[in-house]
Every structure is written in structure tokens, then in C-alpha cells.
T-cell receptor
Framework: GAVVSQHPSRVICKSGTSVKIECRSL??????MFWYRQFPKQSLMLMAT?????????EQGVEKDKFLINHASLTLSTLTVTSAHPEDSSFYIC?????????????FGAGSRLTVL | GENVEQHPSTLSVQEGDSAVIKCTYS??????FPWYKQELGKRPQLIID?????GEKKDQRIAVTLNKTAKHFSLHITETQPEDSAVYFC???????FGKGTHLIIQP
């Protein structure tokens, strides 16, 4: 089945630094990938839709300059949390669909737990 | 965007009993209804889904039923086991909006 790889799984950084998270579709191509944020004991909240070769679409309330998304190829999307602060600490998860299979099924990455000190 | 409402938020059942989680949706044009299971600290994983041309789908101890008239779909887990303890999410057909989740606790 479709596999999505996400790295790093855990990252600890100092306040004010930037952190990049990668999301790769390993055995399929995805023109669109999705980034979510999940707080403890809460649901997944869609942050943005990453579009290959064009600008990402951000959900209302998500700062695009804070959460930079790049989708440079059909298998890779990156999320950069810029000038991170403790309130950005969260679990970030990406997902993608194997669009060429015609299925609606979303496959998720393993998630990245960000802790900002 | 599409809305989904999920209930209950927490469900505790005795091992061996059945568990039912319900999700209501708003868009009558919806045609795909997935359920995900997320264990603590791990990724959500699709456990079962159903399309609007059928009313029920079963996979061993897990089933999903769809009531298009009432606009709700339900996850049924029978003969629950300790490994069923997790958080379960329904999602809108576009896969982008998730229910608030149900924390299923299986009591030994």
C-alpha cells in the first residue's frame, strides 16, 4: 500500500530558531499533500494544503509566514516552522493520497513532535 | 468546508462487549466515509471506509453503517479486545476535516 515517510519524528529547538519537517510519498506521486497540527487529546486540525509547483493553500487562522510550505516535487513537501516559540510546540502530521489509484484513502506520515524551549 | 460531528467523546466498554461510535455530516452530496484509529503518539490509520452506494461494510470485528437519509455513519466494533483501546476519528469525505475523536477504553 501507499507509504508516507515523515522526518524528523522528534525535534527539540530553542525559541527563535526554525525547524524543517519533511514529508515524502515513497511509492506514489502526490500533487497534493496535507499538513495537520494535533494538540494533546485533540483532533487533527488541517493547517494547509501543499500543492506541487504552486503556493500552498492555508486554512483560516494559520500564518503562512510562520508555517512555510514548499512542495518542490511530486514526492516531497516540507513544512518549516519559522522563529519557533513555545506555543508552536505540537504534533505535526502530513498526509497524502495516491491520486493515480483513484482512491480517496489518506495515508499519514508518522508525525513530528516539536518541542520549543 | 464540510462539518462532521462525532459522539461520544469517550467510551468505556467491558472487554468482549461491543462499541459503537457515531458521526453525523452536513453535506448530502458526500459519498465517502472513512474511520481512522490513532494509538497514542502514532499516526492515524484507516481502519474501514464506506462509499455511499452501500449501507454497510464489514471487516472481521469492525463494521461501518451508513444512513444517508439521516446523514450519519457509525463505526461498530464487536468482541472488543484490549488492543482496540485508542482514539477513533471519523472524517469528512474530502478527508480534510476530522471529527473530534472518541477515546475508546476497553476495561479488562
Amino acid at each position: 500500500g501507499a507509504v508516507v515517510s515523515q522526518h524528523p519524528s522528534r525535534v527539540i529547538c530553542k525559541s527563535g530558531t526554525s525547524v524543517k519537517i519533511e514529508c515524502r510519498s515513497l511509492d506514489f506521486q502526490a500533487t497534493t499533500m496535507f499538513w495537520y497540527r494535533q494538540f494533546p487529546k485533540q483532533s487533527l486540525m488541517l493547517m494547509a494544503t501543499s500543492n506541487e509547483g504552486s503556493k500552498a493553500t492555508y486554512e483560516q487562522g494559520v500564518e503562512k509566514d510562520k508555517f512555510l510550505i514548499n512542495h518542490a516535487s511530486l514526492t516531497l513537501s516540507t513544512l518549516t516552522v519559522t522563529s519557533a516559540h513555545p506555543e508552536d510546540s505540537s504534533f505535526y502530521i502530513c498526509s497524502a493520497r495516491d491520486e493515480f489509484s483513484g482512491a480517496n484513502v489518506l495515508t499519514f506520515g508518522a508525525g513530528s513532535r516539536l518541542t520549543v524551549l | 468546508g464540510e462539518n462532521v460531528e462525532q459522539h461520544p467523546s469517550t467510551l468505556s466498554v467491558q472487554e468482549g462487549d461491543s462499541a459503537v461510535i457515531k458521526c453525523t455530516y452536513s453535506d448530502s452530496a458526500s459519498n465517502y466515509f472513512p474511520w481512522y484509529k490513532q494509538e497514542l503518539g502514532k499516526r492515524p490509520q484507516l481502519i474501514i471506509d464506506i462509499r455511499s452506494n452501500v449501507g454497510e461494510k464489514k471487516d472481521q470485528r469492525i463494521a461501518v453503517t451508513l444512513n444517508k437519509t439521516a446523514k450519519h455513519f457509525s463505526l461498530h466494533i464487536t468482541e472488543t479486545q484490549p488492543e482496540d483501546s485508542a482514539v477513533y476519528f471519523c472524517a469528512a469525505p474530502d478527508g480534510l476535516t476530522f471529527g473530534k475523536g472518541t477515546h475508546l477504553i476497553i476495561q479488562p
